[in-house]
């Protein structure tokens, strides 16, 4: 019998969506797992110990083959088969890869995970990532101490964390632990074709008055102002709606919301931002994009149908095919919303994000360890930048390369900016099925069926259940 408080198995379970597979026809998954419905504390991840080998200092027995899954989202996954997959091969030649890629993450690595048959790498990303923080819970994910604090492959003689963004180590964490790497910086904002703005004469709104000054102009050559994928991609727009929030009223909106504090989505800047998006969603918008998904709305940005997309620096790459050759890609912050607004103009979020996490309880995670040590060598993260077209948090990487308009948009963004960073929202990876729900809200708000204050309303009420559930693992932030 269990306690009222006490955090069962089922619940864990559930935190990594597979309840149905406990009490459905899939129940027999569960058979691999030592603890399967038994309310037991499932098995610890094995230990890496770190070996005095500055040149394999996990011991990884070359003999193992080792699996990796990619997301084959914007970035592709040519860069693991061709660059990262290849530089392990060297290393430890003879080794079996297994590569797959795919779009469903959770789809196609869920029932792996309750049948005990995880695999070495995962890239998480996507609309269908998994719940890392249920996995944690679940001591799913290694450790990634010893890689941070393993020697570096350019320079032994320093450790790899002394030589990537310290963000990396700030987001690594779940529960106090190093969890997960994030593995490329990217830049999120609104983005636009400054070669239509210069041949039509616009300039980049600064003020939300010359923002909607601007949608009556578009409005009269037949372009939305702005839009959103509403399938495939609304979470593009919530991010947006929690940037506006902090922009509004400084980065402790946002922490506030990721600690889970008593009214935090009920918070004036929110309620401002949500209010000031969905009336420009109702003036200057177009409902048909609700149905559409990411792809389809991106190339109709790139027909000029809609001005302002709110995405981050990946999107230049993953459009590179559809991108007409007159079409420059460039970053815009989000416009004053008040004359008071904590953050100035020009504050934009820059984070780390791409996730990767080490299957602690597969075949090989001394030689995940290492795979992702070598994706953090300048051979791996310059690579990956050439491929990508976007950058890593490896220090120094992409020095001297030729880098495309949108991404030399956003550096230039980012030194304008300076310490005026808006905060990543962490919840997205610590309270999934939070961050999921508010994305289905807010296609609700935007398309007017309700209310910002039933959004805010509804979400908050959404964090409080969260909150008060025992089987959620907790975390918190205080900056």
């Known amino acids: 019998m269990t306690h009222p408080g006490e955090i069962t198995r089922r619940g864990l379970l559930r935190r990594i969506g597979l309840t149905a597979f ?19 504390e499932p098995a610890p991840a094995p230990s890496i110990t770190a070996s005095a080998d500055a040149r394999n200092p996990f011991g990884v027995d070359a003999r193992k083959p080792l699996e990796v899954v990619i997301f084959s989202g914007g970035y592709g996954d040519a860069y693991a088969r061709e660059l990262h997959q290849e530089l392990y091969k060297k290393a430890f030649p003879g ?28 890239n998480n990303s ?21 890689l941070f604090d393993a020697p570096s492959i350019d320079d032994p003689a320093r450790r790899v964390r002394d030589t990537i963004t310290p963000a990396v180590i700030d987001n690594a964490k779940i529960d106090g632990k190093d969890l997960v790497l994030n593995y490329t910086v990217s830049h ?98 177009e409902k048909s994009y609700f149905g559409l998904d990411h792809t389809q709305t991106q190339v109709k940005h790139l027909r000029h149908e809609v001005l ?102 956003a550096a230039r963004a980012q030194d304008s900016a300076g310490a005026n960073i808006i905060t990543e929202a962490r919840f997205e990876g610590w309270y999934k099925e939070l961050f999921d729900y508010g994305t289905a809200q807010t296609n609700a708000v935007m398309a007017g069926r309700i209310t910002p204050e039933r959004f805010c309303a509804d979400l908050q009420e959404k964090a409080d259940a969260v909150k008060n559930d025992a089987s959620v693992p907790k975390q918190t932030r205080s900056r």
């Open 126 to 146: 996507g609309p269908e990532s998994m719940d890392l923080a249920a996995l944690a819970a679940e001591n799913h994910l290694a450790d990634l101490t010893p």
């Open 308 to 409: 302002f997309y709110p995405v981050g620096s990946w999107i230049e790459n993953e459009m590179a095919k559809d991108k007409p050759d007159d079409f420059e890609y460039a970053i815009a912050p989000i416009p004053d919303v008040t004359a008071a607004d904590t953050m100035p103009y020009g504050a934009i979020q820059v984070g780390v994000g791409e996730n990767f996490v080490v299957g602690a309880k597969g075949e090989n995670p001394q030689g995940g360890l290492e795979y992702l040590r070598i994706m953090l060598s300048k051979e791996g993260a310059r690579g990956f930048t050439e491929r990508t077209r976007n950058l890593t948090v490896v220090n120094g990487a992409a020095e001297g390369l030729d880098l495309p308009a949108g991404l030399m948009s």
């Open 188 to 285: 999120r904002a609104l983005w636009y074709d400054a070669a239509l703005f210069a041949s039509m004469g616009w300039a980049v709104p600064t003020t939300w008055a010359e923002f909607t000054a601007l949608g009556e102009q578009a409005k009269k050559e037949g372009i939305a102002l702005f839009a959103y994928p509403g399938q495939k991609g609304p979470y593009y727009q919530l991010w947006n709606l929690l940037y506006t929030a902090a922009k509004i009223g400084g980065n402790q909106v946002i922490v506030d919301i990721d600690n889970l504090a008593e009214g935090a989505w009920n918070a004036g800047p929110v309620k401002q931002a949500v209010t000031a998006w969905a009336e420009i969603q109702a003036k200057y918008g």
């Open 22 to 40: 406990v009490a459905g026809p899939g129940a027999g998954l569960l058979s691999a797992c030592a603890t399967a419905g038994t309310g037991a």
């Open 95 to 122: 080794v079996t890869i297994e590569h797959n890629a795919t779009q469903q993450i959770g789809t196609q690595l869920r029932p792996r995970f309750v049948a005990g048959d995880v695999p070495d790498v995962l």
